[in-house]
């Protein structure tokens, strides 16, 4: 099996040497470097991820020679490994996905490279969005810089990182009245992970059942849960879109809905038009 066959594939449905093909890909400067991108964000998978992938990977960030399209996806696929790291924190060795040791390499080697003049700035970019998913000390000033910078790229790169990161509730306000799509669509998720309740306004413009950015809908359903002032008006918001054709809004408002223990809609009577009475 190649790598392309690999990439059609659910991870669930990857086969047992699918470790093999992706570090086949990995190893081969031959192949496209389209397969090789493929190859990189195969690697960062939950399901594989382990010390021999995260190695190959923080060796193709640092390597000056290699593509710059190549370094940004490979520091960005040890993102899911290091939020792994972090929150579990190697206790249980069934939860371990990198040893301590490899963790705290690719940590080390993410904010050297990030320090480094002369890194490409998408590199850059990818190597701080990556490391702020194990925040550090370090991220509260590189973020702190780049939103404060005039390049609409490390703004958005630094609204990204809020997420992650706290202390950053009057930036994230202030990225709410941007006219960037993209910054107010990372701000949404701030506000939502950090349960922001001044941001609750923007949140429930957005829930509307004619909203047809579905990117900023699903956004803003998910940040309701977390900061809905007046949770009778929020739950309100949410049931009205539970007559759209999007399955995936639908289950999206379902999973709000149970998030504030909301299981049984028969504890709310609806009109037909899905609002509460």
Not at 14 to 22: A, L, S
Not at 161 to 167: A, P, T, Y
Request: with cysteine; aromatic share 8%; charged share 30%.
């Amino acid at each position: 099996m190649k790598i392309t066959d690999l990439y059609e594939l659910a991870p669930w449905e990857w086969p047992k040497e699918r470790v093999e093909i992706i570090l086949e890909a990995l190893n081969d400067p031959t192949i496209d470097l389209s397969e090789r991108l493929k190859a990189v964000e195969m690697a960062g998978d939950f399901v594989v991820i382990n010390d021999q992938l995260a190695k190959i990977l923080i060796a193709m960030v640092i390597d000056n020679n290699e593509e710059e399209e190549l370094r940004s996806s490979a520091a960005i696929a040890l993102g899911v490994a290091l939020e792994h790291g972090y929150i579990f924190e190697f206790k249980n060795p069934d939860d371990i996905l990198l040893s301590e040791g490899v963790f705290g390499e690719v940590t080390s080697l993410l904010r050297q490279t990030f320090s480094e003049p002369g890194v490409p700035k998408q590199v850059r970019r990818s190597v701080l969005e990556a490391s702020v998913r194990s925040p550090q000390e370090w991220h509260r000033d590189a973020i702190t810089n780049a939103y404060e910078s005039d390049d609409p790229d490390w703004q958005l790169t630094a609204v990204f990182c809020m997420r992650f990161v706290k202390g950053f509730e009057r930036q994230i306000l202030q990225s709410l009245k941007s006219d960037n799509q993209d910054i107010f669509y990372q701000a949404i998720y701030c506000a939502g992970n950090w349960g922001i309740k001044d941001a609750w306004p923007y949140v429930a413009f957005l829930l509307e059942p004619d909203n047809d950015d579905e990117e900023l809908l699903l956004a803003a359903i998910a940040a309701t849960a977390s900061i809905g002032v007046d949770m009778v008006e929020a739950n309100e918001c949410l049931l009205k879109l539970l007559g759209s054709d999007n399955d995936e809004v639908v289950d999206a408002v379902y999973e709000a809905l149970a998030m504030v223990g909301i299981e049984d809609l028969e504890d709310y009577d609806m009109d037909e038009d899905g609002d509460s009475i």
